[in-house]
Structures are given as C-alpha cells and as structure tokens.
C-alpha cells in the first residue's frame, strides 16, 4: 500500500513537471551563431519547438552579458515572422556571432504575464500611450517588466524608440512615452510581465512621475484710473521673440529700438489644455518667423545640434494714452529645444491684369521644452513644470 502511494505521488510529480514544463515560465541561454544570424543582420533565431507558430508566446530578455559571452549593447526586442522567433536589435544594428541572451518565456499569456497592444483610445495628446490594464490601472507601486513584440501577422508592431514608463497620477494609469519626444501610435505591441512585490526589475525603466500642474488663469486687474498713463488697452498688434542658445542671445531684426534682438513673429500657435487628463498639455509650439530672419541660421544650427534654447515672446499692445507699444503679455519658455524645422517658399496665388499675387514666405519651427511661464502687464505670472 506504501509502495502504491509513493508511486501515485511520483506520478503526481511528473505531472507537475510536464504542466509547467509546457506552460509555465522557462529561461533558457541564446547564443547568436553564424547560422542563427537572420533577417538582415540584426536578428537571431530562436528555433525553440514550444514557440514555433506560436505568436501569442510570451518572451523576455532578462540580460545580453552573460559571462564569456558578447554583450549586446542595442535595445532589443522579439520578431515573429514565418513561424519562428527571433531576437532583434531595434537600432537596426548587426547582432555578432558569440552574442549571449538569457531570455525567459511561456507558451500562453496569465494574469500576470501579456501581450498589450496600443489603440487610438490609449494615445494621448502629449505623444504618450497609456497600458489600460486591471492588474495595473490605479496600481502605483506596481513592478513589471516589458519588452518590445513585433507580430507582422497580427499588424503588431515594436516600439523601435527608447522609452519611459512612468505612472500617470491623474489619470491612474501607467503610460509609456519615447524619450526622443516622437508619439506613440497604436498597434504597438508589449509583452508585459508583472514581478512579485518588491521587484525593482523594469524594462524600460520607470522615471519620476511628472505631472503637469494646470496653470491658472492670469487675470489683468481692472484699471481703476482711465487716466492712468500706464493703462493698455486694444488689441495685440505685434509679437516680437527673442533667442538664447545657452547664454548667447541670438540677433534679431525688429526695427522697434525698445526690444533689441526681438524678431517679428509671422505666427505663434499652442496646442490646446489635455481636458481628458485634466493637465495643460502645449507642446509642440509652432512658431513662424517671416523669411531671411537674422536669427534662423542659427536656429538651424540649434536644431542640428540639439542644443538647449531659452525662447521669450513678448505681445504688445497700444497704450492708448501715450500712443506707444507696451507688453501684454510674455511667454517664456526654458529648457527649450527645437523638434522640427522648415521653410515655406513664395507660391503664386492668382494674376489679374499682369499682377500676381502671392502667399508670404515663412520659416518655421517647432518647439519644446520642460518650463513655460507666463506673465501678463501687472506683472502676475504663472509657471508649469514637465
């Protein structure tokens, strides 16, 4: 009867063993050889039987420098494609024979460990994505791990741009954002693992939370003497911007001698409030300079080089008692760089009679930053952080 019951418990054991042998979470060493290289370079094969035609397999990189091995120092991420997975370098570059992948995997997705596409519903207007998902949403202190899927015949893409996760306080959600600025789009595609308490293993990693506190409105008091000399009233007639690449001011061309290297704004446009999660969202500002500016040579070469600007715009009104130009209000915005850059050329509208009529030429850019202040003519002011 012993004798029964041990074999009856052995037997349980290797039920145990087979189950989670086939289903459960299994780590295994890749080492990327001449014949497993694919794709064009920048792939290597896993020819694993569990994970063949398998595109709903769930896989990790736990590390790429195993100990007599190559490292890998490129973002990586996994490849379904022809029924097999691979593991591919997002930057495009080439994986080198001799390279070691201590990757984790299961065959199908659990509570705690799933695949999570993007849609258009997760995108917000400041270029992030966020991951709706029960066992995070409203979770700050949540650990998981994430790694990048690309599914071609599920239309899954990988995010090829290196991320962030941070955990959105108003929104209760957690959102990934590309550090390069670029927005996220839908049918990216993670496979997200969710560690056990205490786990501090994040891919990518999670930064401080940053939370955009609304600015108030700024509010012109009431003049209580018309006659006051330094009253303003009317409209905005003019907006004049000045430049700073670190500490060097860029030259302007405003022909008004009170704002020395100020350049006349052709157009100035913020991006609207994010009302859905309830913070200011403005980036990216656009503004439009008129064409042949002194200044745009040199706002090219900040563009070239990715170098940290200050940008002041200042917009100016009558003073209709002493029938002269006065700031409104200013927008400074620091720690600014500058996204995109373009010129727009004359275009020939219509001709009457022998005269043509054109469109103006601009130039534009495109511009953000992690500081913008406002200040209105008395002098009260407002700031937002991101």
């Known amino acids: 009867m012993k004798q029964h019951i041990i074999y009856k418990r052995t037997l349980f054991a290797l039920f145990l063993v087979i189950v989670f042998s086939s289903f459960g979470q299994q780590q295994i060493t890749h080492t990327a050889t001449k014949e497993n290289i694919s ?16 595109p709903s397999a769930l896989l990790f990189l736990k590390s790429s420098t195993e100990p007599g091995g190559k490292p890998n120092p490129h973002p990586v991420g996994f490849y379904y ?17 001799g390279t070691t992948f201590q990757v984790e995997y299961l065959t199908k997705a659990d509570p705690t460990h799933f695949q999570y596409e993007f849609t258009k519903a997760d995108i917000q207007r400041d270029g992030s994505a966020w991951i709706d998902h029960p066992a995070l949403n409203n979770n700050p202190t949540a650990r998981f791990t994430t790694s ?7 239309k899954a893409f990988a995010n090829r741009d290196e991320a962030a996760i941070r955990y959105d306080s108003l929104g209760g959600r957690w959102s990934v954002s590309n550090l390069n600025k670029k927005p996220m789009f839908d049918r990216i595609n993670y496979n997200i693992a969710i560690e056990a308490a205490g786990s501090k293993t994040v891919s990518p990693p999670i930064v401080t939370d940053k ?19 330094n009253a303003i009233s009317g409209d905005i007639i003019v907006m004049l911007m000045a430049a700073s690449v670190g500490n ?16 006349e704004l052709w157009g100035f ?5 994010n ?9 990216p500002i656009t503004i439009r300079l008129h ?3 002194a200044m745009m040579i040199q706002l090219l070469n900040a563009y070239i080089t990715k170098q940290s600007m200050t940008f002041q715009i200042d917009a100016l009104t009558v003073n209709a008692n002493v029938g002269k130009n006065v700031v409104n209000y200013t927008i400074k915005l620091s720690g600014a760089s500058i996204s995109s850059y373009r010129q727009v050329f004359l275009e020939e509208l219509s001709q009457t009679g022998g005269t043509s009529k054109f469109r103006k030429t601009y130039d534009e850019v495109k511009v953000t930053f992690t500081q913008i202040e406002f200040t209105n003519s008395s002098g009260a002011t407002a700031t937002d952080n991101f």
């Open 269 to 273: 446009e913020m991006s609207s409030n």
């Open 81 to 97: 494609f022809k029924g097999k997975w691979h593991i591919i370098n997002l930057d495009q570059r080439a994986v080198l024979a």
């Open 248 to 263: 060097t001011k860029l030259p302007g061309d405003s022909k008004m001698t009170a704002f020395p290297d100020h350049t």
């Open 39 to 54: 794709c064009n370079y920048d792939c290597t094969l896993l020819d694993i039987a569990e994970l063949n035609d398998n």
């Open 211 to 229: 939370i955009s506190l609304p600015i108030g409105e700024v509010v012109v008091p009431a003049n209580p003497n018309p006659s006051n000399p």
């Open 275 to 283: 009302l859905s999660a309830r913070k200011n969202i403005y980036e």
């Open 148 to 154: 990048p899927s690309w599914i071609p015949e599920k």
């Open 291 to 293: 064409s042949g500016t």
